[in-house]
């Protein structure tokens, strides 16, 4: 069975802490991608990767950073984290030839 | 740019047949999925179609597709109150970076 993990389902950090999110995948697939879900907003694209130590930005990646040292580990930081940055934190893959993903549980994050 | 809507709410009895609606504007498209995400959990592919299809079935599900109009919906047949959740629809184009809706929340109420 195909899976997608992340290493919390809920977080509580305060302003200004670092704050790491990770998702391993068990697909070997080449794509990652993390997202932010508000409510009213759908998802919204943080940062993406194709390849190992690859990455591109997303359309939301301000405050963000990622790190791929590993085909199935893409992880999110945030270097500093603030009260805006509460939300709920999906990470997804799919195989380098189709846009069909597959998601994680989702991250839960409540900045205080 | 591209851009896929939804309507944000559908309300239905139990038992009666809800019909989500999806418009999209990408006319490259060549896969358009269903995901379905239940309270606190992340997505979960739910369907896809083809965009050289027009309707796809698969037990209490129909996705039709109306490719001159970009307009794609997802028919649940019989609703059951395990079926309430946000439905989100997604066209999947030239990249590997599928664009979703904002997604519909479906409440079913006895």
């Known amino acids: 069975d195909v899976k997608v993990t992340q290493s919390s389902r809920y977080l509580v950090k305060r302003t200004g802490e670092k704050v790491f999110l990770e998702c391993v995948q068990d697909?070997?697939?080449?794509?990652m991608f993390w997202y932010r879900q508000d409510p009213g907003l759908g998802l919204r694209l943080i940062y993406f990767?194709?390849?190992?130590?690859?990455?591109e930005k997303g359309d939301i990646p301000e405050g963000y950073s990622v790190s791929r040292e590993k085909k199935e580990r893409f992880s999110l930081i945030l270097e500093s984290a603030s009260t805006n940055q509460t939300s709920m934190y999906l990470c997804?893959?799919?195989?380098?030839?189709?846009?069909?993903?597959?998601f994680g549980p989702g991250t839960r994050l409540t900045v205080l | 740019g591209e851009d896929v809507e939804q309507s944000l709410f559908l309300s239905v009895r139990e038992g009666d047949s809800s019909v989500i609606n999806c418009t999209y504007t990408?006319?490259?498209?060549?896969?358009l999925y269903w995901y379905k995400q239940e309270p606190g959990a992340g997505l979960q592919l739910l369907t896809y179609?083809?965009?050289?299809?027009d309707m796809k079935q698969d037990q209490r599900l129909t996705v039709l597709l109306n490719k001159k109009d970009k307009h794609l919906s997802l028919r649940i047949a019989d609703t059951q109150t395990g079926d309430s959740a946000i439905y989100f629809c997604?066209?999947?184009?030239?990249?590997?970076?599928?664009?979703f809706g904002r997604g519909t929340s479906l409440i079913v109420h006895p």
């Open positions: 697909m070997d697939h080449e794509n």
């Open positions: 990767s194709y390849d190992v130590k690859m990455k």
């Open positions: 997804a893959s799919s195989p380098g030839n189709r846009n069909e993903q597959f």
């Open positions: 990408d006319s490259s498209s060549t896969y």
């Open positions: 997604a066209e999947g184009g030239g990249s590997y970076i599928p664009t």
């Open positions: 179609i083809f965009s050289n299809m």
